[in-house]
Nanobody, 126 residues
Framework: QVQLVESGGGLVQAGGSLRLSCAAS????????VGWFRQAPGKEREFVAA????????YYADSVKGRCTISRDNAKNTVYLQMNSLKPEDTASYYC???????????????????WGQGTQVTVSS
């Protein structure tokens, strides 16, 4: 079992930046991919970014490409999502997730993820 805890959310003005963190406990992160997803009120949960277990391959949704960077620090068992040039439409609860399949690739498919955090709220004011 693995427990995931997101942090770093908050209220920011449009154009600002936030760095979200996803810390794992109960099991090492280092051989597992991690994804970030978000869900706005009244909307479906959507993919934001994912990173392979090796940290080399990264995937982004078109809506955040060029504005967000996903990275990982395996020594700290933590994955980060740096978000720049934030827009009001980025307002959502952000969740990190990981799988039970080691050495697998990151994916936008949320069905491939087995463990989820509780989320951290990001609010971008205009």
């Amino acid at each position: 079992q693995v427990q995931l805890v997101e942090s770093g959310g908050g209220l920011v003005q449009a154009g600002g930046s936030l760095r979200l963190s996803c810390a794992a406990s109960g099991r090492t992160f280092r051989t597992y991919p991690v994804g970030w997803f978000r869900q706005a009120p009244g909307k479906e949960r959507e993919f934001v970014a994912a990173i392979n277990w090796d940290g080399i391959s990264r995937y982004y949704a078109d809506s955040v490409k060029g504005r967000c960077t996903i990275s990982r620090d395996n020594a700290k068992n933590t994955v980060y999502l740096q978000m720049n040039s934030l827009k009001p439409e980025d307002t959502a609860s952000y969740y990190c997730a990981t799988t039970s399949n080691s050495y697998s690739s990151g994916t936008p498919d949320e069905r491939r993820y087995d463990y989820w955090g509780q989320g951290t709220q990001v609010t971008v004011s205009s």
